[in-house]
């Protein structure tokens, strides 16, 4: 069992930056790739962005590309999701999920992929 702990929302006004945390105490991030996921209320949860393992791939849903940055340390055990340039669309719970994978490289998009996932942090972004 992998315990995901996020942190890093709160209220914001548009145009402003939030940068989420995702760690996982006492536990080795390697071998997890890893994703974030929003949502916003009344609605599904979506994809927003994922990392692989090894670091080196990402990818973004295209409503966050060239705002949101995802990034890893893996001595850390932690994953980061910098939101810059932020909307009001933007608002929503966002959650990290952790895959467990023998490949460094892949990076998934699917919820339905993940294997972990925690409580979610509010992020609201005042317009």
């Known amino acids: 069992q992998v315990e995901l702990l996020e942190s890093g929302g709160g209220l914001v006004q548009a145009g402003g930056s939030l940068r989420l945390i995702c760690a996982a105490p006492?536990?080795?991030?390697?071998?997890?790739?890893m994703g974030w996921f929003r949502q916003a209320p009344g609605k599904e949860r979506e994809f927003v962005a994922a990392?692989?393992?090894?670091?080196?791939?990402?990818t973004y849903a295209d409503s966050v590309r060239g705002r949101f940055s995802i990034s890893r340390d893996n001595a850390k055990n932690t994953v980061y999701l910098q939101m810059n340039s932020l909307k009001p669309e933007d608002t929503g719970v966002y959650s990290c999920?952790?895959?467990?994978?023998?490949?460094?490289?892949?990076?998934?998009?699917?919820?339905?992929?993940?294997?972990?996932w925690g409580q979610g942090t509010q992020v609201t972004v005042s317009s």
């Open positions: 999920a952790a895959k467990f994978t023998s490949n460094s490289e892949n990076y998934y998009r699917r919820q339905s992929s993940y294997d972990y």
């Open positions: 006492g536990r080795t991030f390697s071998s997890y790739a």
């Open positions: 990392i692989s393992w090894g670091g080196e791939s990402t």
